[in-house]
Each structure stands twice: as C-alpha cells, then as structure tokens.
C-alpha cells in the first residue's frame, strides 16, 4: 500500500500535467518509434526495435508509478494548518547553529521539491528532522557529513 502525499492544489495540477503529458505526447511517440523499428525488418536481430522496446516499458513504467501517486495525493489546505509547528507547506527560517548562516526552506512532498527555489521534501533528512518543531527549537540533524543543528527561527505559510 502507497502512502498518503499532501500537495497544494498547484502541485497536484503540475502532477496531473505531467502524466498526461505522458500518456498523450510520450506514449504515442513509443509506440511510432517501435513500429518504424518493427518495419526494418528482422525483429530477432534489430536492435533499434528492441531500444524502443525497453523505452516504452520504462515510459509505462513512469505512468504507473505517477498515477498510483496521484491516487494517493491529497490536496492540503494551508489555512486550517497550526503555525506553531513545522508541518508540510511549511515556510521554515532556520539558522545553522554551526556557521550562524539562515536559510528559509518550504516543506513540500517529495515530487514537488526543488532545492534551487527552496522547497525541500519532507522526506529529505532535513525536512524530517524540522517537522514537529516550535519556534526556537533546534534540530538536530544527521546529514552525509556529519550532524547539523539548525535553529527554527519563523514558521509561516505563504
């Protein structure tokens, strides 16, 4: 059983985009690919026909997976969640205890992170290690190189 994914209504339609890009764009330039290669003849030897093959399994392969993620999302409503604690769709403002630098971080599902622009999953181990806590705790977090305390300084939603 999949688990249960909170997205904002932006995310969630991103997400149905994109599997239907997949399904009404991609498919159907597999299934063109794989009939061009079957016409070249002898489908034992041909190994353009057996690339398109192993394309189009890892294309419905992707449709699968994102839709048994969209059967599970659920869209969250950022108004009715408590600002006194790290949750998802959170907008965190953290200090690293080590170098006094601050980050703002926005807590999303895995699918919609992207560190460029400050989202971060909470499924990341920074993200895990924020959720549940109040302004003025510090969490303290085990990343590839060793432990980070990081001071929550505001939570907010936008």
Known sequence: MSKVSYYTPEGLKKLRDELNHLKDVERPKASQAIAEAR?????SENAEYDAAKEAQGLLEMQISKMEAILANARIINESDLDTSKVLIHSTVEVKNQVNNQT???K???QSEADLASGKISVESPIGKGL???SVGEVAEITVPNGTIGLEVLTISRD
């Open 131 to 133: 959720l549940g806590k």
């Open 39 to 43: 016409d070249k003849g002898d489908l």
């Open 107 to 109: 807590l999303v599902a």
């Open 103 to 105: 980050v703002k971080y």
